[in-house]
Structure formats: structure tokens, C-alpha cells
């Protein structure tokens, strides 16, 4: 199940970065997020963490399975934002998480 970004999204990339999966945009980076309305979850690419529900400032995410009747149009707005896909994307780490891996990972002596 995975989440779901509905109208009440303030769009101020808290989500974003809380993300480990790099699923939702457009991102602070990208072209278009200063004039977006709203951000989008990627339903293919969502691992369903919840990471992205905490960091959200106005409750605006949630799972597609606790909806209300009236949040609905939202599962397919999210989807609608990316091209479609048939298959489940592996999880891809976000920028800021990939580059602190390098501070995080051990390399044995020797080698």
C-alpha cells in the first residue's frame, strides 16, 4: 500500500528529504517545485516506510488504505505524476542519504 500525497500538501519538501527511497517530487532541486501545487508519491517506487508521514507538517500523507471517500481522486493524481510503469522499482537511495554513506561505511585495513 503505498502513500498517498492528498490536497492539503503545503509543499514545503519536508517529505522529501524524509524519504529514503527518493519517491516523491518534484524536489527542492528540480525544475517546477517552486510553482507545484502539490507533491507527488511515486506508487511504483514508495517502499512504504512511512518516513514521509512523520515529516509532513499538515498530515497531508497517508496510506492509500486509510483514505477518506473523498481523498480517493488522490491515488490516482500521485500516480498520474509519473510515467507508467509495470514492475515494482528498486528501492534508490536519496542524494543527501547516498552522500553521507561514504562517512558511514567502513573499509577494512588493507584494502
Given at each position: 500500500m503505498p502513500h498517498v500525497i492528498?490536497?492539503?500538501?503545503?509543499s514545503d519538501g519536508?517529505?522529501?528529504y524524509a524519504c529514503p527511497v527518493n519517491c516523491i517530487h518534484p524536489s527542492p532541486d528540480e525544475p517546477g517545485f517552486a510553482?507545484?501545487?502539490?507533491?507527488?508519491?511515486?506508487?511504483?517506487?514508495?517502499v512504504?516506510?512511512?518516513a514521509c508521514v512523520s515529516a509532513c507538517p499538515v498530515g497531508a500523507?497517508?496510506?492509500d488504505s486509510r483514505l477518506e471517500?473523498?481523498?480517493l481522486p488522490f491515488v490516482e493524481l500521485n500516480a498520474a505524476f509519473y510515467p507508467?510503469?509495470?514492475t515494482k522499482l528498486p528501492p534508490r537511495p536519496s542524494w543527501h542519504r547516498s552522500s553521507m554513506r561514504r562517512w558511514f561505511v567502513r573499509v577494512p585495513a588493507g584494502r
Amino acid at each position: 500500500m503505498p502513500h498517498v500525497i492528498t490536497q492539503s500538501c503545503c509543499s514545503d519538501g519536508s517529505c522529501v528529504y524524509a524519504c529514503p527511497v527518493n519517491c516523491i517530487h518534484p524536489s527542492p532541486d528540480e525544475p517546477g517545485f517552486a510553482t507545484a501545487e502539490m507533491l507527488y508519491i511515486d506508487p511504483v517506487a514508495c517502499v512504504d516506510c512511512g518516513a514521509c508521514v512523520s515529516a509532513c507538517p499538515v498530515g497531508a500523507i497517508a496510506p492509500d488504505s486509510r483514505l477518506e471517500p473523498e481523498q480517493l481522486p488522490f491515488v490516482e493524481l500521485n500516480a498520474a505524476f509519473y510515467p507508467k510503469r509495470e514492475t515494482k522499482l528498486p528501492p534508490r537511495p536519496s542524494w543527501h542519504r547516498s552522500s553521507m554513506r561514504r562517512w558511514f561505511v567502513r573499509v577494512p585495513a588493507g584494502r
